[in-house]
């Protein structure tokens, strides 16, 4: 169980595009999910977070315009990266509260901006 | 001119030995701690968990130890093998209402055959 999926696994695009990246809890349902960003040889970095049928929270300094998140379901949130830059490029993790404060995450996706 | 990246610290141990990770935690209202496993490329991994009214936890060949007094939080492996090389990330949390974790830096275990 606590099964957490993400979509795309890898995406590379060109600067200016913008790139949505899904997050799934496959067999339990999550009122909270959360995003995180992680570059290489450092730790994860919340991002923000998702609640179901709600605006998302956002970290200090995240831009809300830029990254905006959609929890329409409660197995469902998306991340879309809008008019992406190569700084944009990362790991980009989702999780999603179990129970009991218990976060599973996802497999993670690398974004690559070109 | 040549780039230096950024570098986690490494535990390198042999092949059947125990690892100690150490971890400072840094909120003292901070009252549930999670490890977890990363594997390259890979999304963390639930490891073990221990709520605040507890100092000590077992799983299977994992124990986690906590020290509220000096905000300490370690991860014994026993008999480390092979495939528990990764890095390996503490966190913590304010349980309740907008509850969300915080990372620390992180540690790369590498078991040596």
């Known amino acids: 169980g606590a099964v957490v999926s993400q979509h795309p696994s890898r995406v590379i695009c060109k600067s200016g595009t913008s790139v949505k990246i899904e997050c799934r809890s496959l067999?339990?349902?999550?009122?909270?999910m959360f995003w995180y960003r992680q570059f290489p040889k450092q730790s994860l970095m919340l991002m923000a977070t998702?609640?179901?049928?709600?605006?998302?929270?956002?970290e200090q300094g995240v831009e809300k315009d830029k990254f905006l998140i959609n929890h329409a379901s409660l197995t469902l949130s998306t991340l879309t990266v809008t008019s992406a830059h190569p700084e944009d490029s990362s790991f980009y993790i989702c999780?999603?509260?179990?129970?009991?404060?218990?976060?599973?995450f996802g497999p993670g996706t690398r974004l690559t901006v070109t | 001119g040549e780039s230096v990246g950024l570098h986690l610290p490494t535990l390198s141990v042999q092949e059947g030995d125990n690892s100690i990770i150490n971890c400072a935690y840094s909120?003292?209202?901070?009252?549930?701690f999670i490890w977890y496993k990363q594997e390259s490329g890979k999304g963390p991994q639930f490891i073990i968990d221990?709520?605040?009214?507890?100092d000590k936890r077992q799983g299977q060949r994992v124990t986690v130890l906590l020290n509220k007094t000096v905000k300490h939080l370690s991860l014994q492996i026993a008999a480390t093998q092979p495939g528990d090389s990764a890095v390996y990330f503490c966190?913590?949390?304010?349980?309740?209402?907008?509850?969300?974790?915080?990372f620390g830096k992180g540690i790369t275990l590498s078991v040596r055959p």
């Open positions: 999780s999603a509260d179990y129970v009991n404060y218990e976060q599973y």
């Open positions: 067999d339990f349902q999550a009122t909270t």
């Open positions: 998702s609640n179901e049928g709600s605006k998302a929270t956002y």
């Open positions: 909120n003292s209202a901070s009252d549930y």
């Open positions: 221990i709520r605040s009214n507890m």
């Open positions: 966190a913590e949390a304010v349980t309740g209402a907008n509850s969300k974790l915080t």
